[in-house]
C-alpha cells in the first residue's frame, strides 16, 4: 500500500512565524502536491513537484515556498505565517507512470495561526 | 478556465436510500474525471474515475458516468449505508499534471 505521511496533524503557530509541514511518501512517486482545503472551496492547489528539486506553482503559490531535495520528502514552507493561513494542508503523490493518475493522500495537517 | 461544480451539501440520507451527488464541469478537450471520498479524520481516497465519454467508472456500490453531451459526472449509489458517511468531491484533470477539486459534498447516513 502507498502511504504518504504528514509531519503533524495538528499544529498552531503565531502570526509572524515560520512555517514547516513536511510530507514523505514510501512508494518511489515522482510527482507530489501540497493542497490547502478549507470549506466550500474544496481544494486548491499550491504547489507541486514533478521530481526532486522541480517545483511548480499552483493556483494559489502566494505566502508559500516549497522544497523538494529528496525524492520521498516535499515540504511546504510558510515564510511569515498569517491568519489567513490557517487551513487544512493536505500533500498528495502520485507516479508519472501510473495509467490510472491516481493521486495518494496524506492524513492533512490543520493549521491554526493565532 | 476550467472548472468543477459539484451540489452544495450538506446532503443527509436514511439508510438504503439512493444517493445522487451531481457534478458538471468546463473544460476544454477531453479531461479524466474523478470522484475522491475523505471519510472522517482521514485523507482523500480516489473512489472511481473515468477517462472518455460514456466511460463508466464504479467502485463500492457507486457509479457515474461521463457525459460529454451534458458535461456531467453525476455520482450514484442505489442503497446507501451508515459507512458511506464521508464527504465526496467531483475533480477534472485536464492536462499531465494538474487536478482541479470540486468544493465537495457532505453526505450524512441516518440509520
Known amino acids: 500500500d502507498v502511504k504518504v505521511t504528514q509531519s503533524s496533524r495538528y499544529l498552531v503557530k503565531r502570526t509572524g512565524e515560520k512555517v514547516f509541514l513536511e510530507c514523505v511518501q514510501d512508494?518511489?512517486?515522482?510527482?507530489m502536491f501540497w493542497y490547502r482545503q478549507d470549506p466550500g472551496l474544496g481544494l486548491r492547489l499550491i504547489y507541486f513537484?514533478?521530481?526532486?528539486?522541480?517545483?511548480e506553482k499552483g493556483d494559489i503559490p502566494e505566502g508559500y515556498s516549497v522544497s523538494r531535495e529528496k525524492k520521498e520528502r516535499f515540504s511546504l514552507i510558510l515564510e511569515s505565517a498569517s491568519t489567513n493561513q490557517t487551513s487544512m494542508y493536505l500533500c498528495?503523490?502520485?507516479?508519472?507512470?501510473?495509467?490510472?493518475?491516481?493521486?495518494?493522500f496524506g492524513p492533512g495537517t490543520r493549521l491554526l495561526v493565532l | 478556465g476550467d472548472s468543477v461544480t459539484q451540489m452544495e451539501g450538506p446532503v443527509t440520507l436514511s439508510e438504503e436510500a439512493f444517493l445522487t451527488i451531481n457534478c458538471t464541469y468546463t473544460?476544454?478537450?477531453?479531461?479524466?474525471l474523478f470522484w475522491y471520498v475523505q471519510y472522517p479524520g482521514e485523507g482523500l481516497q480516489l473512489l472511481l474515475k473515468?477517462?472518455?465519454?460514456?466511460d463508466k467508472g464504479s467502485n463500492k456500490g457507486f457509479e457515474a458516468t461521463y457525459r460529454k453531451e451534458t458535461t456531467s459526472f453525476h455520482l450514484e449509489k442505489g442503497s446507501v449505508q451508515v459507512s458511506d458517511s464521508a464527504v465526496y468531491f467531483c475533480?477534472?484533470?485536464?492536462?499531465?499534471?494538474?487536478?482541479?477539486f470540486g468544493s465537495g459534498t457532505r453526505l450524512s447516513i441516518r440509520p
Open positions: 473515468a477517462t472518455k465519454a460514456d
Open positions: 512508494m518511489d512517486h515522482e510527482n
Open positions: 475533480a477534472l484533470k485536464p492536462s499531465a499534471s494538474k487536478i482541479i
Open positions: 473544460a476544454t478537450g477531453y479531461p479524466s
Open positions: 513537484s514533478y521530481d526532486v528539486k522541480m517545483k
Open positions: 498528495a503523490s502520485r507516479s508519472s507512470q501510473d495509467p490510472k493518475e491516481t493521486q495518494y
